[in-house]
C-alpha cells in the first residue's frame, strides 16, 4: 500500500478499531433495545355498565345536511365524568343539540369515510361540546345510529 510500514500499521488498526466500534454499538442495540422506542400503553380499565349509564346523556336524533349538502341522521351518546355534569348536560339539551348540529354542517360526506377520521370527530365534539359545560365535562361520545345519504 504505501512505501511506510508504520503508516500502514496504523491506517490498518484505525480501520480495525472503527469496525469493531461500529459493530459492537449494532450489537448492543440488538441486545439492549432502548426503552424509549418501547412503548408499553397501560391496558383501559373498563367500567361497568352499571357505573356508565347513571352518567350517560342521549342526544336526540338529527337530521341535517351535511357541508357538501349529504343529507345525514346523526345521534350520539354523551357519557359525563359525574353526575352533576349530567345533570347540567340535560338542562343544557338544546345548547348541545344546537352545537352538535353546527359542528355537522362544517363536515362533508368523507369525514365519515374511515374509522380514524369518525374518532378524530369524536374527540373534536368531546372539545366542543366541553366549552359549554360547566360543572364537568364529556369523556365518551358513542354514535349510536349514523346514516349518511
Known amino acids: 500500500m504505501f512505501k511506510n510500514k508504520l503508516l500502514n500499521i496504523s ?7 472503527s469496525l469493531l466500534g461500529v459493530a459492537a454499538f449494532f450489537l448492543y442495540q440488538y441486545i439492549f433495545p432502548s426503552t424509549e422506542t418501547v412503548e408499553e400503553e397501560e391496558p383501559e380499565v373498563v367500567e361497568s355498565i352499571d357505573d356508565i349509564l347513571p352518567l350517560t346523556v342521549s342526544i336526540p336524533k338529527i337530521n341535517t345536511n351535511l357541508g357538501d349538502s349529504s343529507i345525514i341522521v346523526f345521534e350520539v351518546t354523551l357519557q359525563t365524568d359525574n353526575k352533576k355534569a349530567k345533570a347540567e348536560a340535560d338542562k343544557r339539551m338544546f345548547q348541545l343539540t344546537d352545537n352538535i348540529n353546527l359542528f355537522l354542517k362544517n363536515q362533508t360526506k368523507d369525514s365519515f369515510s374511515s374509522e380514524e377520521n369518525i374518532n378524530n370527530l369524536k374527540a373534536q365534539l368531546i372539545n366542543r361540546l366541553n366549552n359549554i359545560l360547566t360543572e364537568g365535562k364529556i369523556v365518551k361520545v358513542n354514535i349510536t345510529q349514523l346514516f349518511l345519504q
Not at 491506517?11 to 478499531?17: E, G, K
Open 11 to 17: 491506517i490498518i488498526i484505525i480501520i480495525s478499531v
